[in-house]
């Protein structure tokens, strides 16, 4: 069976280290189990890294510690992204204080991700950006890119019919 395509924002890496946020937390790390047992290949962007980077310690080190522990591809900066960031922006999808949050988006469409991974309900997943971002990339030529939060993604394989 092919594995899926993820794209993780930062808001799913920050979360492995979140205890204000026990829930999201937990299922960051069952998530992040599945990873591990590599049920999913795993694509993280520069802007990942950057907002990562910029994380203080000694949340920094543990975040650092956690992508050691996976397999994922690096994605490269790419004009296509660029542009694509930018006709979300120009759409009035999201405003310009938010285009890193444009590039999460274009990054998993340009690299043919099957779905974006977020916990960022204010700028990512909501219906007014999936909505937008369906529009945008039927005018562009690109597939719809799903959002998901992880809870979603980890509750989808099993079959509670016993």
Known sequence: MKKLKI?????????????????????????????????????LSPVVMAEIDGCTEPKLSRLLNYLQKIQYTELKKTGEVTELAKKYLEAGILGKKSFDDCQHIAYA???????????????????KTISGVKGVNALAGYREMPIYTPTILISGGADDDS
């Open 109 to 127: 469409c340009v690299y043919n991700c099957d779905m974006l991974v977020s916990w960022n309900f204010k700028h990512l997943v909501n219906i």
């Open 7 to 43: 794209y993780l924002d930062t808001s799913i890496v920050s979360h492995l280290d979140a205890p204000e946020r026990a829930d999201w937390q937990d299922d960051t790390h069952r998530l992040w189990s599945a990873i591990q047992a590599e049920e999913y290949e795993v694509f």
